[in-house]
């Protein structure tokens, strides 16, 4: 045992809050944790929309000899999408011009709950399978610490030396802890995170950014090519930046954006492959579907087109790689986030109404938007046609001569000064 972890162990940490999905990571952790701390383990697992991880992770804990109150499996959906993925997409976020975010978003809901968990049940420390490598381990531990200043941190991956896939599997032989057949044998030659925004896909081939993941990959989408033929058009409708009906019908947050993935998913929407920079400070090559977050974002931008002034759309714009920032670097929980949340949302008051969105083939245009309380446009006067006076074009002469002015007097400095 390591100087770090018997330092740790003789704090006395008696109970732990464990991230569990019952994958091979976090199943090796729970062992590891009740031989290495001598710890009571509570497993905590968020449904947020990844499905096939969390019905199993209840019986595979119980065989693991997880107490059954000491088992916590909690439905968040709606919370995701409402608190987090909707408050996101106001800012029109994108990260590095491409990235929607979908892990990083999903972090700090879970760290949330990690932490009202080991209130509840008094635990010493929380603990997570985010390697020592990655983003996660931050955006989990900001969370933490901005939500419980004091709580003891237990990562796995920056102590062990269950370094690859084959030593985690040999633990596993070795401790009876079970493991899926399909883990064990093969299966993806990558890893997975799954939520109800986005599948990501990481490492293993992928590691090679110069190699074309097979088409058998993508879970969520078709290829574009094999797409219908024919295009859909659906209409979106907007309260306060949010979508809350898709072809006249109401819907809750989480789905709308069920919703909108299996529309986007058939019309190959939402394909991403990019080579991003680590907060560690490496680059990473992922891929990504994010079918509804793509049509989320795409009919937002319409729908504040015509509904935000130019100054206000500006400015968001401006602020939006910050914010992106903030939110793939784990600072979700921190006071300037919060202020630019109160920003963002209160420019998004206006932003009511509908866009109509053509989807055809990975492709998405937009044919129509419109708001009949919040529109800034006025036909009269944006008109080709005459305008009856609504706009008077001799007034772009002072306007051009004002701000020409200061390169007008630069313009004479420069003539002076050749001569």
């Known amino acids: 045992m390591s100087d770090k972890i018997k330092?740790?162990?003789?704090?006395?940490?008696?109970?732990?809050?464990?991230a569990y999905s019952g994958?091979?990571?976090?199943?090796?952790?729970?062992?590891?944790?009740?031989?290495?701390?001598?710890?009571?383990?509570?497993?905590f697992t968020a449904d947020i929309g990844q499905g096939e991880e969390v019905a199993p992770a209840r019986a595979k804990a119980l065989k693991m000899g997880i107490r059954k109150e000491n088992i916590f499996i909690d439905d968040l959906k709606e919370e995701?999408?409402?608190?987090?993925?909707?408050?996101?997409?106001?800012?029109?976020?994108?990260?590095?011009?491409?990235?929607?975010?979908?892990t990083s978003i999903a972090r700090p809901?879970?760290?949330?709950?990690?932490?009202?968990?080991?209130?509840?049940?008094?635990?010493?420390?929380?603990?997570?399978?985010?390697?020592?490598?990655?983003?996660?381990?931050?955006?989990?531990?900001?969370?933490?610490?901005?939500?419980?200043?004091?709580?003891?941190?237990?990562?796995?991956?920056?102590e062990w030396d269950l370094l690859s896939?084959?030593?985690?599997?040999?633990?596993?032989?070795?401790?009876?802890?079970?493991?899926?057949?399909?883990?064990?044998?093969?299966?993806?030659?990558?890893?997975?995170?799954?939520?109800?925004?986005?599948?990501?896909?990481?490492?293993?081939?992928?590691?090679?950014?110069?190699?074309?993941?097979?088409?058998?990959?993508?879970?969520?989408?078709?290829?574009?090519?094999?797409?219908?033929?024919?295009?859909?058009?659906?209409?979106?409708?907007?309260?306060?930046?949010?979508?809350?009906?898709?072809?006249?019908?109401?819907?809750?947050?989480?789905?709308?954006?069920?919703?909108?993935?299996t529309i986007g998913g058939k019309h190959g929407i939402g394909r991403l492959d990019m080579v991003e920079n680590r907060y560690v400070g490496m680059k990473s090559r992922g891929c990504y579907e994010t079918p509804g977050g793509s049509i989320i974002w795409k009919a937002h931008r319409a729908m504040e087109s015509i509904t935000l002034d130019r100054e206000?759309?500006?400015?968001?714009?401006?602020?939006?790689?910050?914010?992106?920032?903030?939110?793939?670097?784990?600072?979700?929980?921190s006071p300037e986030r919060k202020l630019l949340q109160v920003l963002i949302d209160?420019?998004?008051?206006?932003?009511?109404?509908?866009?109509?969105?053509?989807?055809y083939k990975g492709t998405m245009m937009v044919v129509g938007r419109e708001s009949t309380s919040d529109s800034l446009f006025d036909m009269k006067i944006s008109t080709f046609d005459d305008d009856g006076g609504a706009y008077n074009q001799a007034d772009a002469g002072g306007f051009i001569k004002l701000n020409a002015l200061r390169m007008r007097i630069a313009g004479n400095l420069a003539k002076t000064r050749r001569k």
């Open 165 to 261: 896939r084959e030593k985690l599997l040999a633990y596993a032989d070795k401790h009876g802890i079970p493991v899926d057949f399909k883990k064990r044998k093969g299966g993806a030659p990558y890893s997975m995170d799954a939520n109800l925004l986005h599948i990501s896909y990481e490492g293993g081939i992928l590691e090679d950014p110069n190699f074309a993941p097979e088409e058998s990959m993508w879970r969520l989408t078709v290829s574009p090519e094999k797409a219908p033929n024919k295009p859909q058009v659906i209409e979106l409708g907007f309260e306060k930046g949010d979508i809350v009906a898709i072809d006249g019908k109401r819907m809750s947050p989480a789905t709308v954006l069920a919703t909108l993935n």
């Open 346 to 359: 209160e420019s998004q008051k206006t932003v009511n109404g509908k866009v109509r969105l053509k989807l």
């Open 7 to 18: 330092k740790a162990a003789a704090g006395r940490i008696d109970k732990v809050v464990l």
């Open 109 to 158: 809901l879970i760290a949330k709950r990690m932490i009202e968990i080991a209130r509840k049940v008094k635990a010493d420390a929380i603990s997570h399978g985010a390697t020592g490598k990655g983003n996660d381990q931050v955006r989990f531990e900001l969370g933490a610490y901005a939500l419980m200043p004091n709580v003891k941190v237990i990562a796995p991956w920056r």
């Open 80 to 102: 995701f999408v409402r608190d987090f993925v909707f408050p996101m997409f106001r800012a029109n976020t994108l990260y590095e011009g491409e990235y929607l975010l979908g």
């Open 312 to 333: 206000v759309l500006a400015l968001k714009d401006d602020l939006m790689p910050r914010y992106a920032r903030l939110i793939y670097n784990g600072y979700w929980f």
């Open 23 to 43: 994958g091979l990571d976090t199943s090796v952790i729970l062992k590891w944790l009740q031989d290495t701390y001598q710890c009571e383990v509570v497993t």
